[in-house]
């Protein structure tokens, strides 16, 4: 079965730093690009950040930009966001993701981690 | 403000059937293809339509896409109650070379 299930979030002073991992089983991590999304309460999706399947690649939203970190490791099957400098705006539930046909069509989501910046 | 514009909201019957529009620009929709979720608060996204009109696997054939220039749609035909959920357009932005959503519309099945 396909899965990617996630770790870390939690509570967070403004202006701190948190680190969220997402782990993949059941497909070849490294065949696939991955997606950061998150919901902040209260709001719509919002794409985070992207890294390519050969970890080149890495694209981020205008706001993340500086701040946020994202990364991988092909041989764990794992990706990884660095969270740096937390603001308000960043809170909310946030969520790993496969990229199937290309960037916009996720096939396959984590079940989404919590954070909350005080 | 999203870059992709959704309606915030709609509401059928069911039975019915309901259109959900996605208006974007040339850099995102006009030369991307589009993806539509489904999402219920709470729990993961679900991919409906990839490829402007591809359903996902296991998606009824009651859910159907399509994309004309720089706009897309999502319909529904036959509503049931379990279709009431939060839906999103997505694609590619070559000049924000960023994924964009639409800012979801609220689907109530009545």
């Known amino acids: 079965q396909e899965k990617l299930v996630q770790s870390g979030g939690g509570v967070v002073q403004l202006g701190r730093s948190l680190t969220l991992s997402c782990a993949a089983s059941g497909f070849n991590f490294l065949d696939y690009d991955m997606n950061w999304v998150r919901q902040g309460p209260g709001k719509g999706l919002e794409w985070v950040a992207l890294i390519g399947h050969d970890i080149y690649s890495q694209y981020y939203m205008e706001s993340a930009r500086g701040r946020f970190t994202v990364s991988r490791d092909n041989s764990r099957g794992r990706v990884t966001l660095q969270m740096n400098d937390l603001a308000v705006d960043d809170a909310g539930v946030y969520f790993c993701a496969r990229s199937a046909r290309n960037f916009a069509s996720m096939d396959v989501w984590g079940q989404g981690t919590t954070v909350a910046v005080s | ?110």
Do not use: M
């Open chain 2, 1 to 110: 403000q999203s870059v992709l514009t959704q309606p915030p909201s709609l509401s059928a019957a069911p039975g019915q059937k309901v259109t959900i529009s996605c208006s974007g620009i040339g850099s995102n929709i006009g030369l991307h293809s589009v993806s539509w979720y489904q999402h219920i608060p709470g729990t993961a996204p679900k991919l409906v339509i990839f490829d402007n009109h591809q359903r996902f696997s296991g998606i009824p054939g009651r859910f159907s896409g399509s994309k004309s220039g720089t706009s897309a749609t999502l319909a529904i035909t036959g509503l049931q109650t379990g279709d009431e959920a939060d839906y999103y357009c997505g694609t590619w932005d070559s000049r924000l070379s960023a994924v964009v959503f639409g800012g979801g519309t609220k689907l109530t099945v009545l």
